[in-house]
């Protein structure tokens, strides 16, 4: 079977595929844009930490110096604590090294004039910690620290407050900044090239259509899935159902079956195997509980790529029933036309038996003529009681002798006026009397003839059936095989499906909790056992299941 192939037109191909990489692309800008604004800011307060706690070593390295300890202590010391801060500001490049005492005295200070003045600001450091923080000082903008400056006695005398000026961190900061930039750089490449690689998968994956056409698809896709009248059931490479209409839930009685696997929603059987691909081969006929259904699986693939299965079911009920009504109509015309044919003879017999002056032999033929037709029917009324089984059974019998075939009621056959299901009852033993008919008169005949032997036995508990024939009977392990739909040893017969009858008599028995066997080799006997139903429990149903007088489910 050809798999259906999609094609796809170069129109447009590009454009979403761009769209895609230009959006990406804007995004991954902006967000490397913000990244490095938050590294930098993050790095700056880093920085600041870092040279607040650089200027807090520097204050308490000179809190420690003994030069200044002593020179505050003795409430001055002249120019010592000056000298001695001095050199360490420009020893640690920081923009002031201030020595305070517990009034708020400036006892250093890179501006000479600005020693022995006071402080804006309280003396923080009277709690015996060390602060860190920013400042806005006589030098400017300075990361600074306090720290508190004890006396050799332990012996609080102050603070000595150190400032790193700004523009060192913001040199600092600038000098990082381009390895941020070289790291947001390389993150954005790296991300557009995956930007990229998905625009192209996405691509692929779409087949090249544009956003704007998948939504129409899928409009158009849900419009038509359900307003067809097929049933319309769609498969994964992984076997799992993808689409399913409403048409194949009523044909199929498909619950919820998307995302699941035929055998979590179906039992084994003949229409789950049409259904997986495992039966091959077009119109598969499927015979279920309500309908006769067809059923064609075609693989579907795009450029080389499997992309699963599409199944398409149809309900072929009231088509199959038509067909095989016009088939036995089509049989009993010929039958009609081959009592014509008989008639005409024994007219003519009778014609010639009066021209010639025998009379008394023209009635006695005439007699003798009428007596045959009217012993068949009172012979089977003798053993069925109900008048509709009698007219099925002389019917089938005269279709048969037509052919060369003889049936034979056996002497313990007996079934009452009124039989339990005899709809059902008329169609297994119409179905297999049939099929009987075929193969016994396409068979050489056997030495007694060509001939077929039933039995219809109605008891309390059960309603036993056996046809028999003279025909060439089952081939060895083909017994549990012909209760299939669609196996038939002889080839199609006019308008009606071969394949059915069989199936049909063994899906009514099944339903009714009967049994049906067959026996293998020449001369095929089919046994059926029906218990005594309750008519409530099985539902009259299945408008094709009616077997014809004259034919229509043949093997």
């Known amino acids: 079977m050809t798999p259906i192939r999609f094609r796809t037109g170069r129109g447009g191909k590009r454009r979403l595929s761009t769209r895609i990489l230009a959006n990406q692309l804007a995004i991954l800008a902006l967000t490397g844009l913000i990244g490095f604004v938050l590294c930098a800011v993050a790095q700056r307060a880093e920085l600041d930490r870092s040279y607040e706690q650089r200027a807090l070593a520097i204050a308490r390295t000179t809190a420690a110096q003994p030069q200044i300890k002593q020179a505050m202590e003795h409430e001055g010391g002249g120019d010592v604590v000056q000298t001695v801060a001095e050199r360490i500001r420009r020893a640690s490049g920081a923009s002031y090294v201030v020595v305070i005492d517990l009034h708020g005295i400036r006892h250093s200070h890179p501006i000479p004039a600005l020693i022995g003045e006071p402080v804006a600001e309280p003396v923080v450091a009277k709690d015996g910690r060390a602060h860190v923080g920013t400042d806005q000082g006589a030098t400017g903008r300075s990361a600074n620290a306090k720290a508190p400056l004890y006396g050799s006695s332990g012996t609080l005398l102050g603070e000595v407050s150190v400032g790193i000026p700004e523009h060192d961190v913001l040199g600092e900061l600038w000098r990082e900044l381009p390895t941020f930039g070289l790291y947001a750089a390389m993150a954005t490449a790296i991300g557009a090239a995956a ?170 033929y005439a007699i003798e003529t009428a007596r045959s037709g009217q012993a068949l029917t009172e012979d089977v009324r003798r053993h069925i009681g109900n008048p509709l089984m009698v007219g099925l059974l002389v019917a089938k019998t005269t279709v048969a002798a037509e052919r060369g075939v003889r049936i034979a009621l056996t002497d313990d056959s007996a079934l009452g006026d009124d039989p339990p299901h005899l709809r059902r009852l008329l169609t297994i033993v119409g179905n297999l009397l049939d099929n009987a008919i075929d193969a016994t008169a396409e068979a050489p005949p056997a030495a007694d003839g060509r001939h077929i032997s039933l039995t219809l036995v109605e008891s309390d508990e059960l309603i036993f059936i056996r046809v028999a024939d003279s025909g060439p009977g089952i081939a060895p392990g083909a017994s549990r095989s012909i209760f299939e739909d669609g196996w038939s040893t002889r080839p199609e017969r006019g308008t009606a499906r071969r394949g059915l009858g069989l199936a049909l008599v063994h899906r009514l028995v099944q339903r009714q909790a009967g049994t049906i066997t067959v026996s293998e080799g020449p001369g095929a006997v089919f046994t059926v056992v029906l218990p005594q139903p309750n008519t409530a429990q099985i539902p009259e149903k299945t408008s094709f299941t009616t077997a014809s007088p004259t034919g229509g489910a043949p093997r």
């Not at 056409?213 to 849900?222: F, P, T, V």
């Not at 899935?225 to 194949?248: K, Q, W």
């Not at 199929?252 to 003949?270: F, T």
């Open 195 to 364: 930007a990229y690689l998905l625009a192209r998968r996405l691509k692929r994956t779409t087949f090249g259509l544009e956003l704007e056409e998948i939504a129409g698809l899928l409009q158009d896709r849900e419009a038509m899935l359900h307003g067809i009248r097929e049933g319309v059931v769609a498969f994964d490479p992984d076997g799992r159902i993808t689409v399913v209409n409403d048409e194949a839930r009523r044909l199929l009685g498909l619950g919820s079956a998307l995302g699941h696997r035929l055998a979590e929603v179906l039992p084994d059987g003949r229409l789950r195997r049409a259904l997986d691909g495992t039966l091959t081969g077009t119109d598969v006929s499927v015979l279920t509980d309500d309908h006769c259904l067809v059923v064609n699986r075609m693989p579907v693939a795009l450029r080389g790529r499997e992309l699963g299965a599409v199944v398409t079911v149809r309900d072929r009920t009231e088509l199959i029933g038509l067909l095989r009504e016009l088939d036995s109509v089509r049989g009993l015309t010929d039958a009609l036309r081959a009592q014509q044919h008989e008639f005409t003879n024994r007219m003519h017999t009778l014609a010639g038996l009066l021209d010639i002056g025998e009379h008394e032999s023209a009635y006695e």
